[in-house]
């Protein structure tokens, strides 16, 4: 135990010094986690020995990233990804496991190519997710892209457990097999095998829908945060371990108990509760990748390592780059989408392992493949910051020198992020003869409205010293256009924290998102589809014949009620069954309202939306 808890120790000082130190020098977490296993391990300064035994207790941070994948992931979500997830994942997976094994078979029986073939089609949700994450790229067009791709691989994980021991030509290790299982499912006939298996995965769904809800409700009664996440922890765990105990993957109990509770509304604070704990063995997961290097191996073997390393990106670079082509993902894009995807995956060391007991793969083929792999993912970071510098380098030379730099001037309006949105807000207000500083970190969207004459700064507003640089000091509006709501939010808390006199107007892409920035205190909040669906309302009951005052007022009334009831739906979102019946309360004082006819009537409707307030 004191050994364990020494080394545990030695790796929280590693990531502790490294990670800001990469950071600082723009390298990213994710290579300062694997810089750090590599200083401390076998091959560094030798301060710990038994990497496998850390590695294995935190894998368990994979696990957890799966629970708040699931979490994230709404199955209404689902559906509108559908296209993204199958098309772009599954050309992904199946084209460059294709590639692959057939370059492998020309070395390799069939059985064992197939096997690298699926295996190496993988790649690192970890790095690319929390990359991504740290450089605000999540919402962009290949954010989204990346993480349906990520989503489909890890789902496709699942059926590659169930397929490669099926190619097994070797004798396998059957004392590690069955030990990492909690009992040996393949004692049972087949058709109990697979009731089994059926069985635990539904009961994982059950669970998570009808028990999972009022149980967290019951708890969250008592005001105990504690137990909260006591609770969370036990279903992530819990959810594993009935996978692990019929042989499937543990990532899957957590992604299915993830997804089952993904509209529940304690989503948020089962995020916050498990966030903490993700992060940290995620850490140390990529720590322990680093340590895990048999540089002797590396070096015996450098350059078939290094060949099969840059193969394997090559390979899969090249692959995306065609599948961003056929999907039609626009070229600056493209080139982030194919970088991003281009490493091998966390997933990569868990299949290998299984292909070794169950005798897919001999131990000579695994070794050189898995050091591979390991370098494939330590040089994604790298990949990442030289991406960024060609394309801040592209920028540059796309637009004047002397416009990389704010002007000074009297500006009063800050306009943070010109999307679809905050492009329509900024010629708004140009028009009017205000000039606002309109910042956006979609280095080629400022590239193309500098084009068209309208002066944009590239960079993140999110951070302190840019904000300063737009001169918040002196500004007196804010104007939040982001579709990222955590983005938003922290905008909103960094502005509210170092400029409290600067006014806020924020955008929120739905309720919910509302709701959440009301969390913060802002209350200039407008959702961005809200005035778009009342006018296209508007226009249908224009089409069907009715009066175009009347259509007029009957919106003005939906808006100044619906902008009402926003205070009091936000008291009561976290109690499903007063915020339904106090809706329906609500919904139906506003048809009633609408119906009205009679003249006493009718003065008392337009007295409804003779109100000033804004839409929001």
Not at 1 to 17: G, H, R
Not at 412 to 424: C, E, P, Q, S, W
Not at 506 to 516: G, S, T, W, Y
Not at 564 to 585: T, W
Request: some cysteine; overall charge negative; glycine content about 8%.
């Amino acid at each position: 135990m004191e050994a364990f808890l020494l080394q545990f120790f030695i790796f929280l000082v590693a990531a502790a010094v490294a990670v800001p130190l990469a950071k600082k020098l723009g390298l990213g977490s994710v290579l300062g986690y694997l810089i750090a296993g590599i200083v401390i391990g076998p091959y560094g300064a030798s301060l710990i020995h038994d990497v496998e035994v850390i590695m294995h207790f935190t894998e368990f941070g994979v696990v957890m990233m799966l629970f708040l994948v699931g979490l994230e992931l709404k199955p209404s979500l689902l559906w509108q990804l559908k296209t993204s997830v199958i098309g772009l994942g599954g050309s992904q997976v199946v084209l460059s496991s294709l590639v692959i094994t057939g370059i492998s078979a020309w070395y390799l029986p069939w059985q064992q190519a197939l096997a690298i073939g699926l295996i190496l089609s993988l790649s690192s949700t970890a790095i690319v997710l929390q990359t991504l994450q740290e450089k605000g790229q999540m919402k962009t067009e290949a954010g989204q892209s990346v993480f349906s791709v990520l989503l489909f691989q890890d789902l496709a994980v699942i059926p590659m457990l169930a397929i490669i021991p099926l190619l097994a030509t070797l004798p396998s290790l059957t004392s590690d097999h069955h030990g990492s299982v909690l009992f040996d499912l393949h004692a049972l006939p087949e058709y109990l095998q697979f009731m089994t298996t059926l069985g635990a995965v539904v009961l994982v769904l059950v669970i998570g829908k009808y028990a999972g809800q009022p149980v967290f409700r019951m708890i969250a009664k008592t005001g105990v945060r504690e137990i909260f996440v006591a609770a969370a922890l036990g279903l992530v765990i819990g959810s594993s371990l009935l996978m692990l105990a019929v042989g499937l993957s543990p990532a899957l109990g957590a992604f299915l108990a993830g997804l089952v509770l993904a509209d529940s509304e304690f989503r948020h604070e089962l995020e916050s509760d498990i966030e903490p704990f993700k992060g940290l063995l995620l850490g140390i997961f990529f720590i322990s990748i680093g340590a895990s290097l048999n540089f002797t191996l590396i070096s015996d073997n450098i350059l078939l390592i290094l060949g099969l390393s840059a193969a394997l990106i090559a390979l899969k670079w090249l692959v995306l780059v065609f599948i961003g082509k056929v999907f039609r993902i626009t070229s600056k894009e493209r080139s982030l989408f194919a970088i991003a995807l281009a490493q091998g995956g966390e997933f990569a060391f868990v299949l290998f392992q299984l292909t070794k007991n169950t005798g897919v793969l001999p131990v000579s083929v695994i070794e050189p493949l898995i050091s591979a792999v390991a370098i494939s993912m330590f040089v994604a970071p790298l990949m990442f910051v030289l991406h960024d510098k060609m394309a801040r380098s592209s920028l540059a030379e796309a637009l004047p020198e002397d416009e990389d730099v704010i002007q000074k001037g009297d500006h009063k309006v800050i306009v943070a992020g010109f999307g679809r949105l905050g492009v329509d807000i900024g010629r708004f207000l140009l028009s009017a003869g205000i000039k606002p500083v309109i910042l956006d970190y979609d280095s080629n969207n400022v590239g193309v409205l500098r084009k068209l004459g309208i002066e944009v700064y590239y960079g993140d507003a999110t951070r302190l010293d840019l904000l300063e640089s737009a001169g918040a000091a002196d500004a007196e509006l804010l104007v939040v256009t982001f579709g990222n709501t955590d983005a938003a939010k922290h905008l909103i808390e960094l502005a509210a924290k170092h400029y409290p006199h600067l006014k806020v107007v924020a955008n929120a892409r739905d309720r919910e998102a509302a709701f959440e920035l009301m969390d913060i205190g802002a209350d200039n909040i407008f959702r961005e589809t809200f005035d778009s669906a009342l006018s296209i309302g508007q226009s249908a009951m224009q089409q069907l014949g009715i009066d175009s005052y009347e259509t007029h007022r009957l919106k003005q009334i939906f808006r100044k009620k619906d902008i009402e009831m926003m205070p009091e739906l936000y008291k009561k979102r976290c109690e499903e069954e007063s915020y339904i019946s106090l809706y329906k309360k609500h919904h139906a004082q506003l048809e009633d309202l609408m119906k009205l006819g009679n003249n006493e009537s009718l003065e008392a409707a337009n007295k409804a939306w003779a109100g000033r307030n804004p839409d929001r």
